[in-house]
Structure formats: structure tokens, C-alpha cells
């Protein structure tokens, strides 16, 4: 019997990965990684403006062709490898990171007039030019559709699509009325790769449209004109263009086009699945389903979890979003997430360098942070460098560190910030299940579970329970591979549905992080001091003096930058 | 007519300096550093405690030795300089650095037993062990002697005589027991040079004693049997150790031993003044007197001003300390100060060291730090790094830092380091004019002042006000020798009174740093939010949550560490 394969495509923040995946059991036969070119490690940046972050597509195209290409390279090496034999193609994306794009579906700044002009570029997803429109349009649901924000953790954020789109209605109306429609670049490359990003042919995910757009089947889909005029009558003609109906991954979003066909060598019409975002894939990848909390570690850190459509369940405050269909067909979708954890790291490696250019790196730092006990340094750290995702949804929130003296050493330091982001997917995990959503394992996956067994032994005695990690280093892809081996169907050599895909193609390790009891017990104490901390200067409440203190900063920060 | 000199010795942290002076116009003649050889810089640590900080006494005198002898040779190439005409030597010391000493007056670690004993040698100003015991001492001071608290700021500080004794008594019983007495550096480096460490002919400063041991005329010297009993009853032999009078720094220690003249190829007998701490005549270097409050700053910082003693002058909470004639005869003295200061940057350049050895040096943050605005960075910082000397009066605080995003630079961290210094340095100028204590002008002096023109305008903007610098970059020496002066007196060529000598031997820079006013307009933001973080981390107040912070994360540390 001949092997089939799926391609995994997993648009990251810095790079694309292509993962050619064996549909029978998971094997990996190929991957490649292209980095992005334009900007600041693909990330397009203003110094004037801290919260700008933005990606050029055709970074986009450019990486899909090369790791495709390099992938399928690496595994013809393969014994049992052919190409006629892939079978389809799956795509997860950062987001939401939306796209404007003209009325033929090409990228505005693909088109000459627009093609260096920041606003035209995707958003990417930790671009927070948009927080006061975020704030705007949180008002304005809590006024006219409370039922918007439950089910979005009860605060809109800076880094959703509306709150994107609304922005550049503001500052670069050529962009917004040149932009036929803004598309999340999750639907954007499937429909790219299957030449349907004309408005009509291009299908939008469930995932995307529901975490981040308001998107919900139990109000009839994307939120009611009366809602959008009320924050800025323009945004009638967007909410039009987007149509009244999304897709789950187990839909195809279009068979391969010939154009990429043969630009890829590859057979022309095998289907490519509609897109998510790289976390919902990564959970896939890691073998999701209910009961089971998928950890995806990297720059930043999404939880996710699904539950059966049949359940009741509560609205979760400060959760991202819960969406019908958004991870798997059949659960509820449950997204969590910290917006920065591997990007703290290397901040302080890259940024602060301490000790310099040989001296800071990860395993210098890890090797002497390894070496000091829980509790050591009496240094507690807030994980809030680039806001805060989950519970409190609230970008103007900063870092912090505290019990500096004139000892602390980098790997004190270091080892206090790993400890912070620990603390902070403990308050996740905690609110998951204070609102029913049992959490009965943990499995991580992604960048830092792969690389820091020093991370991982933090992360199961700060949650103090045992946590798992993925058999693939490369869970988004492989996800994505899941998903296309699913599109693809039994007939043609792939899956009948998730559960036979992910039984098949995804595995965990042996090795399991287990808590260990005196660490646990130092932690949390640690912990109630973190929330001490995480309270008194994220939530509001009028016994406090230092709710204001980040957001005050943030303020003068931003006027003496303006000027 | 002949030249007359004197001799100042300044003991710093992790040197000793001596410095010749022209008593006629405070012309500098000669100077030399010796830096002290023993332990880290001169400080005698342990790993397993990060409280403890010890001087070795060999260092002392080696340290009189080499420095007043290549001084001297310097002097000696300069026109007009003879050594017969050195008619005084003053000394001031760090502080509260008691020294415990058999009953010779020899110090115990100078002696075979306790040579190597870090409990046997000086107890540093900055040694923190005795944190419990200060805590012990307020407790019972506040129920028995309210009265000697209210002039010590309310608290009584780990880094002070009594606490420290008292630390010894438990943790060092074979010291404690071989001790005839404690003896301040600065009154035993006076009395080395006389010949007069013998406790019957030792002459101890009212500096010290009024400002650390809570000595005060006002109950009769220093504090009563019974009150030392309720602490511990072998007190009562240290207390009858320390005699009942107590000397100002315008009364000589002894006239220069036959020993140290023929060492030092001195005159025989020249006095010897009554020593003091280095910030006291440090501020007398300055051009101290009542409505001038001078800051030396150095690792740590010092504010000292003087109040007539006829004044009616309210008791200031979180002052360390109000003791007539402390500083100059006549007045009281008042000291407040900042427990690390130049220590913080220090930290941050050797500890951190961002960027490595090249790139992280004061010259290259500061470059980088001058071009930022006020505000730009959006950082704050607390500089407790060492605690909190004034107001607060704890020891347990720390260093704390808020703000922090993933493109926070060291530049701005360094600059954010140095707002924090001057935020504490206005909180203490503020208590100081609460209490009716005015402040007309501000002198800078020390090391900061002299190497860096950002920091001092920095401290002209936070502080409002405009900041003079004193001529001499080593005031504390030049105070020294101004009181070798005046002790000498008018017929051996010296100076009848400290307002004559100080005219004559200090004097003032031309450049004077003025406040910015849009500077100060952000700065005045800044500090708001500043006193929100003091208040909040460092006022007991059940409505806040935060205040045990730092005291439970210290905690959790000491019992790690202590396994």
C-alpha cells in the first residue's frame, strides 16, 4: 500500500515552517523554515510607536514557496516518499492578524501604490496601535451587546480585528478606503494557495471570525450593522464584505490552484483546508479534547481547551473566546493565552544582555538559574512585558520586578521571569476550572517545552501537577498536517474525522514533569504573592493606589514620544 | 608667613583617602587612595548570608599608613609645604561600624584568637543582620522609651550599634564574651593615633554615639540599665563600658603618639580631632549651616543639615537621627540619607553588566541615557536595592522596577535607576520641610556629583530646585581636615571657630544645575506615581496588599538560603 502525506504550513511571527507529514502515523519526512526578510525578524516596527507591529505578505508568499519547495526536497530523500502521493495541504497562521485587501483579493500592499506603506501590511496580532478604539469598542458592547464580550472574557482587545479595523479608519483612511475588505491571513494563504481570494470564492474560519471578530452562529454570525455604526458608520461596508457564513478546519477552503500547482510540483486541485490560527492547529497537533489543556510555548503562549457543543457551559470572564467548532467540529472552543512568555526570555537575553554577546545566552542563563532553589533570590517578577492576554485582557499592562538588591545576579533574574510566566498560566489554568472547565492533563508543547527542561520542571511545580509534553516539536504544523489529512477524507488516502487523524498522527513522550513536593510548597507561597502583585496593579478597584501606575506610565511614555 | 596644613582621613566603604590642606584657603596640597585588601572591595561577605557585611582593622592601618605617607610625599614636591607645619589631623569613617575591642582597646581581630572571625572585625554601616534584633529594640523602645525613638525617626535600624551588639550577643557568644567594649570606627581611629584605645583615656564622638547608639544629654547619655536588661541583661556591661560624656568633632581625641609621629614622620602631639562620620564632615567639607542641606553622594547618600540648638525644632519622623552638635558645635545636627545610591548603579553596570564588559560602563549608559526625555522610557523604579533608610527606617524593602516592555533598553533602565535615587532624595527633602526644617539651598557633593552632570541635572529637575556643587571633590576629607583646623586652634596657626574655617577652606563651583521646567512638569507626574509605589510596598496600611511583599519574599529567601 502506497504512504500518503499532508503538508503542514505554520505561519509564525518571525518565520514559516513547511512539515511533510506521513497521514498513517505522524511520521515527519521533511520541514523547512524561512525567516522572514522585511523589518526587525520579519516584524515591521516604529520607533515612534512601540505598539506598531506589522508583516509584509509577500513575505508571506515568498515563504511558502521556499519551505514547500525545500521540504518536499528533504523528504524525496525518504525511502517511500513521492510527491504525486501528498494528499493536501493545511495552514495555521498568527492572528488575529487581518489584511486589507482589494476587490480582486490581492493584499494592498502588493499593489505599487501602497507597497511600503506600514498600514496597508497586515496587522499583526501584537500591533496595539488599536487600544483606545479596543476600549471604545468594549463601551459599546457592554452598552448595547453585553452577549459580544462574554463570550470574548468581557474586555474586546487591542489585538482583534475590529478594533484593527476601526484604527485604520482613523489614521490612514487611504488604506481603509482603498481595502475592498480586511482578511485574516489564517484565511488569507489558504485562499491564495487555492486561488479564490476573490471576495465571493474566499472562505473565512470559524476560528479566526469567532476569537476575534465577534463571529458567532448564535447571533447570526458577525456583529449587526446597528452595533458597528454606532462606533463608526464606515464600518458598515466592512461588515458587508465579510459575508454571514465561516468554516470549520474540517472544510476546504479550494483544491491547490494550477498556478501553485506547478510552482510547486505538486498535484493540482488536492484540497487545502481553511485556515486557523497556530495555536488552535497546535492543540491538534498536541492531541486535544476535553479535559485536556493544550500549553503551546513559544514567543507568547496560548491555552486551549475544547468542550463538547452538548455541554453547558459557563462564560468564562477573561477567557479569549469561546466559539463553537473553533478547534475541533463538535466541541466548543476555549482560548487562553499570555502575550509574551518566550519573548520576555529573549528580551533579556538580546536586549539587556547581561554579561554580553557570549555570556548571554538561554543555556548560560539556564545552566546558573538550574542551580538556584525556588525562593532563592527573593525576586517575584510580573510577566506583563507585552500585556496581559488572559484574565484581565488588558494591553496597558507592563513588566515588573520586584526584591532587586545590590546582589541579584542575570540568572536570578532570569529564572524570576520563567517563574512569572509559570505564575501567570497558573491563573489560567485556575479560571478554567473555578467556571467547570476541568483540566485533567496538561500537555505542552512548542519552542520552550522542546528546549527547557528547566522551564517545564517550573511550569509542573508552580501548577503543581504533572505535565506532558507533545511527541512533535513542531505541533502547529503537524496540526495543520491533521487537518488537510482530514479535508483529504478516507477515500483518498487521509482521515475520516479528528479523532482517527490525531489517534494516528499525534503522540506524547515518555518523559513527564512531575511536581516536586518542597518546590510546590515554596511556590505557593510565591504564587499568593503574584496575585497579590496581579491584582493590585491590573484590577480595578478603588481601595487600590496602583491600578493606575502601569496605565499612567504608558501615558507619559506616549506623549513625550509623540512630540 | 608660614603655611599651616592638616591631615583629613576619610574611610569610606572600600577605601581610605588622605588628603593635605592648606588651612588658609583649603588648597589641596596632596592625596592618596588606598584601597582596602581583604574580602570583596574591601568588604568581608558571605554567600550564604546576603546581610552580613564585615571590615577587616588591618586594612585601617595599613590603610593610615600608606595614604598619609604618599600624601605627605606628594606635598612634599609642592612649593611652600613643609611637614613640621602639619598641625592637626581629623578623621571621619563610615558608620555605624562598631568594632568590637579587648580591654587594651586592642580590636579582637587583631588578636590570633579572632583574627579570621568576621564576627570578630568591624560590623559594616551596610551589614543587615541584625534585622530581628532592630525590630526587637523599636518594640521595646516604643514601650519603655518613646522618647528615644522620636529622635532616631521612629524606627531604630539594623545597621545601628545597639542592633548590632545585641545580633553578637546571640550569634557570637565567644565574641560577645571577649569584647570589653564596642567601639565606633570613628572614635577608634582617633584614639589608634593618640595612643588612646584604652577605654579609660577613649574619647567617643556625640556623631556616633548621638546619631547610632542613642546617646542624647537630654536623658543623661546613653540609654538606661533597665531598658537595656528588658533586652538583654549582658547589655548592662556593653552600656558601662561606654562612659557617660561624649566629645564633638571642635574637641580633641589626643595629641599624635610618640609611635604614629615616628611612622608617620609627623610632628609629636599635634591634635588629633574627635572623629565623626563621613557624611557629617562631609557636610561641614561643604559649607553646611542652618537653612543648607548637603548631599554626599556616594555608594550610599547622606543629607545633613544643622538647626540652631536654641531652635524650637520638632522631632521628624523617619529622620536618622537629631543629636545637638552632632555636625558643628552649637547646632543640632540632622541626618537623613539613602541606603544605596552610586551601589544601585554599580549593580546594574558590574552585576548586570548589559551588553558585556565594553559596552556596560557609566560613560556608555550615560550617553545613551542623556538622550532620552523625561518620561520616555516608561519606567519607574524604587531605589531600595539596600533598603530604606529615610523615611521609611526598613531594611527589609527592595529594589523594584515597573514599566518594563520587550524594548526596554539598559539605557533606559540605567536612567530609570537614577529618577528612582532622585524621587527618594525629594522624599526626603519634603519630610524635612513638613517638620519646619527649611531648605534654601542644596550642595552636592561625592562622587556622583563630581563624575556625572546628567544625574545632577536629573536631581534639579525631580527636586525643583536649583543644586549647587561644593569645589572639593572629597569634602568628607576636607571637613576632616577643616576640624583638624579648628582643634589646633588660632595660636598653632589654625582656625578659632568652624564658621572661620569653613569660609576659609571651602568653597562653592560656578556651575550651578537649574530645574527644567518641562522636565519638571513630567518629573512631577513621575513622582506622584512614585510616592504611590513607596507608600503602597513600604507604609504598613491594612488597606493595601502589598505591603508584605518584600518583607515575605526576603522571608522565603533567608529560609532557602539558611538549608
Given at each position: 500500500m502506497d504512504n500518503h502525506f499532508t503538508i503542514g504550513l505554520d505561519f509564525g511571527t518571525n518565520s514559516v515552517r513547511a512539515l511533510i507529514v506521513n497521514v498513517a502515523n505522524g511520521q515527519e519526512y521533511g520541514s523547512f523554515i524561512y525567516n522572514y526578510a522585511r523589518g526587525d525578524a520579519g516584524v515591521v516596527l516604529d520607533r515612534s510607536d512601540a505598539n506598531l507591529a506589522r508583516q509584509h505578505p509577500q513575505d508571506y508568499l515568498r515563504g511558502i514557496e521556499i519551505t514547500i519547495d525545500q521540504a518536499l526536497e528533504q523528504a524525496a530523500t525518504k525511502n517511500g516518499f513521492s510527491r504525486k502521493n501528498v494528499i493536501g495541504i493545511g495552514v495555521d497562521t498568527t492572528g488575529s492578524t487581518p489584511l486589507p485587501v482589494n476587490a480582486a483579493g490581492?493584499?494592498?500592499?502588493?499593489?505599487?501604490?501602497?507597497?511600503?506603506?506600514?498600514?496597508?501590511?497586515?496587522?499583526?496580532w501584537k500591533d496595539h496601535t488599536a487600544h483606545a478604539e479596543?476600549?471604545?469598542?468594549?463601551?459599546?458592547?457592554?452598552?448595547?451587546?453585553?452577549?459580544?464580550l462574554a463570550k470574548c472574557g468581557g474586555r474586546y482587545s487591542s489585538e482583534w480585528f475590529w478594533a484593527k479595523v476601526l484604527r485604520a479608519s482613523r489614521v490612514a483612511p487611504k488604506v481603509f478606503d482603498a481595502a475592498h475588505t480586511w482578511v485574516e491571513i489564517a484565511d488569507w494563504i489558504p485562499a491564495v494557495l487555492a486561488g479564490k481570494t476573490a471576495p465571493a470564492a474566499l472562505r473565512r474560519g470559524v476560528c479566526a471570525a469567532g476569537h476575534k471578530a465577534m463571529y458567532n452562529p448564535q447571533w447570526g454570525g458577525f456583529p449587526d450593522d446597528q452595533f458597528l455604526a454606532a462606533l463608526d458608520p464606515r464600518l458598515g461596508r466592512v461588515r458587508q464584505s465579510?459575508?454571514?457564513?465561516?468554516?470549520?478546519?474540517?472544510?476546504?477552503?479550494?483544491?491547490?490552484?494550477?498556478?501553485?500547482a506547478a510552482k510547486l510540483?505538486?498535484?493540482?486541485?488536492?484540497p487545502v483546508a481553511v485556515g486557523a490560527f497556530d495555536a488552535h492547529l497546535g492543540a491538534v497537533g498536541a492531541?486535544?479534547?476535553?479535559?485536556?489543556?493544550v500549553k503551546i510555548m513559544g514567543t507568547s503562549t496560548c491555552d486551549i481547551t475544547v468542550s463538547p457543543l452538548d455541554s453547558s457551559l459557563a462564560d468564562v470572564p477573561g477567557l479569549c473566546g469561546i466559539v463553537p467548532e473553533s478547534?475541533?467540529?463538535?466541541?466548543?472552543?476555549?482560548?487562553?493565552?499570555?502575550?509574551?512568555?518566550?519573548?520576555?526570555?529573549?528580551?533579556?537575553?538580546?536586549?539587556?544582555?547581561?554579561?554580553?554577546?557570549?555570556?548571554?545566552?538561554?543555556a548560560n542563563l539556564t545552566a546558573a538559574a538550574e542551580k538556584l532553589q525556588p525562593g532563592e533570590s527573593g525576586l517575584l517578577s510580573l510577566d506583563w512585558h507585552n500585556g496581559n492576554r488572559t484574565v484581565l485582557v488588558d494591553q496597558r499592562l507592563t513588566g515588573l520586578i520586584v526584591g532587586l538588591?545590590?546582589?541579584?545576579t542575570p540568572a536570578e533574574i532570569y529564572r524570576a521571569l520563567i517563574e512569572a510566566t509559570a505564575f501567570g498560566a497558573r491563573v489560567i489554568m485556575e479560571r478554567f476550572e473555578e467556571f467547570g472547565v476541568k483540566v485533567q492533563r496538561v500537555v505542552n508543547c512548542g519552542g520552550i517545552a522542546a528546549r527547557s527542561p528547566m522551564a517545564m520542571q517550573i511550569y509542573a511545580d508552580v501548577m503543581n501537577r504533572p505535565l506532558a509534553l507533545s511527541r512533535s516539536t513542531q505541533t502547529c504544523a503537524l496540526g495543520s498536517a491533521v487537518a488537510a489529512a482530514v479535508v483529504a477524507g478516507k477515500s483518498r488516502g487521509g482521515h475520516e474525522s479528528f479523532p482517527?487523524?490525531?489517534?494516528?498522527?499525534?503522540?506524547?513522550?515518555?518523559?513527564?514533569?512531575?511536581?516536586?513536593?518542597?518546590?510546590?510548597?515554596?511556590y505557593e507561597r510565591l504564587y499568593r504573592l503574584y496575585r497579590n502583585l496581579h491584582d493590585a496593579f491590573g484590577v480595578r478597584d478603588s481601595k487600590q493606589d496602583l491600578y493606575p501606575v502601569m496605565k499612567e506610565l504608558l501615558d507619559i511614555r506616549d506623549r513625550v514620544r509623540a512630540k
Amino acid at each position: 500500500m502506497d504512504n500518503h502525506f499532508t503538508i503542514g504550513l505554520d505561519f509564525g511571527t518571525n518565520s514559516v515552517r513547511a512539515l511533510i507529514v506521513n497521514v498513517a502515523n505522524g511520521q515527519e519526512y521533511g520541514s523547512f523554515i524561512y525567516n522572514y526578510a522585511r523589518g526587525d525578524a520579519g516584524v515591521v516596527l516604529d520607533r515612534s510607536d512601540a505598539n506598531l507591529a506589522r508583516q509584509h505578505p509577500q513575505d508571506y508568499l515568498r515563504g511558502i514557496e521556499i519551505t514547500i519547495d525545500q521540504a518536499l526536497e528533504q523528504a524525496a530523500t525518504k525511502n517511500g516518499f513521492s510527491r504525486k502521493n501528498v494528499i493536501g495541504i493545511g495552514v495555521d497562521t498568527t492572528g488575529s492578524t487581518p489584511l486589507p485587501v482589494n476587490a480582486a483579493g490581492t493584499a494592498l500592499a502588493l499593489t505599487p501604490e501602497f507597497q511600503d506603506d506600514p498600514n496597508a501590511m497586515a496587522w499583526l496580532w501584537k500591533d496595539h496601535t488599536a487600544h483606545a478604539e479596543a476600549e471604545e469598542i468594549t463601551a459599546a458592547a457592554a452598552r448595547m451587546r453585553p452577549q459580544y464580550l462574554a463570550k470574548c472574557g468581557g474586555r474586546y482587545s487591542s489585538e482583534w480585528f475590529w478594533a484593527k479595523v476601526l484604527r485604520a479608519s482613523r489614521v490612514a483612511p487611504k488604506v481603509f478606503d482603498a481595502a475592498h475588505t480586511w482578511v485574516e491571513i489564517a484565511d488569507w494563504i489558504p485562499a491564495v494557495l487555492a486561488g479564490k481570494t476573490a471576495p465571493a470564492a474566499l472562505r473565512r474560519g470559524v476560528c479566526a471570525a469567532g476569537h476575534k471578530a465577534m463571529y458567532n452562529p448564535q447571533w447570526g454570525g458577525f456583529p449587526d450593522d446597528q452595533f458597528l455604526a454606532a462606533l463608526d458608520p464606515r464600518l458598515g461596508r466592512v461588515r458587508q464584505s465579510l459575508g454571514d457564513k465561516c468554516y470549520s478546519i474540517a472544510e476546504s477552503a479550494g483544491g491547490l490552484s494550477a498556478e501553485w500547482a506547478a510552482k510547486l510540483n505538486l498535484p493540482e486541485g488536492i484540497p487545502v483546508a481553511v485556515g486557523a490560527f497556530d495555536a488552535h492547529l497546535g492543540a491538534v497537533g498536541a492531541g486535544v479534547g476535553p479535559g485536556t489543556l493544550v500549553k503551546i510555548m513559544g514567543t507568547s503562549t496560548c491555552d486551549i481547551t475544547v468542550s463538547p457543543l452538548d455541554s453547558s457551559l459557563a462564560d468564562v470572564p477573561g477567557l479569549c473566546g469561546i466559539v463553537p467548532e473553533s478547534v475541533l467540529p463538535g466541541d466548543f472552543g476555549l482560548e487562553a493565552g499570555q502575550s509574551a512568555v518566550g519573548d520576555i526570555f529573549n528580551w533579556f537575553v538580546n536586549i539587556i544582555k547581561p554579561g554580553g554577546d557570549e555570556q548571554a545566552t538561554h543555556a548560560n542563563l539556564t545552566a546558573a538559574a538550574e542551580k538556584l532553589q525556588p525562593g532563592e533570590s527573593g525576586l517575584l517578577s510580573l510577566d506583563w512585558h507585552n500585556g496581559n492576554r488572559t484574565v484581565l485582557v488588558d494591553q496597558r499592562l507592563t513588566g515588573l520586578i520586584v526584591g532587586l538588591t545590590l546582589t541579584s545576579t542575570p540568572a536570578e533574574i532570569y529564572r524570576a521571569l520563567i517563574e512569572a510566566t509559570a505564575f501567570g498560566a497558573r491563573v489560567i489554568m485556575e479560571r478554567f476550572e473555578e467556571f467547570g472547565v476541568k483540566v485533567q492533563r496538561v500537555v505542552n508543547c512548542g519552542g520552550i517545552a522542546a528546549r527547557s527542561p528547566m522551564a517545564m520542571q517550573i511550569y509542573a511545580d508552580v501548577m503543581n501537577r504533572p505535565l506532558a509534553l507533545s511527541r512533535s516539536t513542531q505541533t502547529c504544523a503537524l496540526g495543520s498536517a491533521v487537518a488537510a489529512a482530514v479535508v483529504a477524507g478516507k477515500s483518498r488516502g487521509g482521515h475520516e474525522s479528528f479523532p482517527s487523524a490525531v489517534k494516528a498522527m499525534t503522540a506524547l513522550q515518555d518523559k513527564v514533569f512531575t511536581p516536586q513536593p518542597a518546590a510546590a510548597q515554596v511556590y505557593e507561597r510565591l504564587y499568593r504573592l503574584y496575585r497579590n502583585l496581579h491584582d493590585a496593579f491590573g484590577v480595578r478597584d478603588s481601595k487600590q493606589d496602583l491600578y493606575p501606575v502601569m496605565k499612567e506610565l504608558l501615558d507619559i511614555r506616549d506623549r513625550v514620544r509623540a512630540k
